[in-house]
């Protein structure tokens, strides 16, 4: 049996676009460090689910705006951007719960930015290096198109799907690198696949 790494924190935060492979890695570092992992779309279904479009516009964009196909891939990037912000709050407090009770997780999700993960303290909760953040990024286009289809050959080419990934990639490393929170690619961590 291998022995568990070493953990220099307490939260640590994987976001990244969607297509990057974020859950496959997320599932191996929990693994390895022996933590539990906490899906940040399980939370977007369950604030959906619990509020109304009128309470969250937001989060409820997809089943109410009248022709999402007709949107661009920045306009697309731009409203997830928002349902980032939108939760904020929501996985600020999340995260201020595992620093108070001690209890190690990996968050792991497309939702997750730089912002949150530059704070130095959750709802009162000093982060004092207990959380930390990688945020995943692959700059190829064609990568990003390549794995929706090895992912979801039924649906076909996504070449608007991986255009979207692609430019919250290019904002996500902006804004890591602003906040000094470097993005890295999956090589970087170790991950292979």
Same mark, same amino acid.
């Given at each position: 049996?291998?022995?568990?790494?070493? !953990?220099?924190?307490?939260?640590?935060?994987?976001?990244?676009?969607?297509?990057?492979?974020?859950? =496959?890695?997320?599932? !191996?570092?929990?693994? !390895?460090?022996?933590?539990?992992?906490?899906?940040?779309?399980?939370?977007?279904?369950?604030?959906?689910?619990?509020?109304?479009?009128?309470?969250?516009?937001?989060? /409820?964009?997809?089943?109410?705006? =009248?022709?999402?196909?007709?949107?661009? &891939?920045?306009?697309?990037?731009?409203?997830?951007?928002?349902?980032?912000?939108?939760?904020?709050?929501?996985?600020? &407090? +999340?995260?201020?719960?595992?620093?108070?009770?001690?209890?190690?997780?990996?968050?792991?999700?497309?939702?997750?930015?730089?912002?949150?993960?530059?704070?130095?303290?959750?709802?009162?909760? &000093?982060?004092?290096?207990?959380?930390?953040? +990688?945020?995943? /990024?692959?700059?190829?286009?064609?990568?990003? &198109?390549?794995?929706?289809?090895? !992912?979801?050959?039924?649906?076909?080419?996504?070449?608007?799907?991986?255009?979207? =990934?692609?430019?919250?990639?290019?904002?996500?490393?902006?804004?890591?690198?602003?906040?000094?929170?470097?993005?890295?690619?999956?090589?970087?961590?170790?991950?292979? =696949?």
């Amino acid at each position: 049996m291998q022995a568990l790494a070493a !953990r220099q924190w307490q939260v640590l935060l994987l976001g990244g676009p969607s297509g990057v492979g974020k859950t =496959s890695v997320s599932y !191996r570092l929990a693994r !390895r460090f022996g933590v539990g992992i906490t899906e940040v779309d399980d939370f977007q279904v369950l604030l959906e689910r619990m509020t109304t479009p009128e309470q969250q516009p937001v989060l /409820h964009f997809w089943r109410t705006h =009248s022709d999402p196909d007709r949107l661009s &891939a920045l306009e697309i990037m731009e409203q997830g951007l928002e349902v980032g912000e939108t939760m904020a709050p929501g996985l600020e &407090a +999340v995260i201020a719960n595992h620093l108070e009770t001690n209890t190690p997780m990996v968050l792991e999700g497309d939702f997750i930015h730089p912002s949150l993960a530059s704070r130095t303290s959750f709802a009162g909760q &000093a982060n004092e290096g207990r959380v930390r953040a +990688v945020f995943l /990024h692959e700059p190829d286009e064609a990568q990003l &198109a390549a794995n929706y289809l090895a !992912r979801e050959p039924e649906r076909g080419a996504q070449t608007k799907r991986a255009r979207v =990934s692609w430019l919250k990639g290019q904002w996500l490393a902006r804004e890591a690198e602003r906040r000094r929170t470097p993005p890295r690619d999956r090589k970087a961590l170790g991950d292979r =696949s």
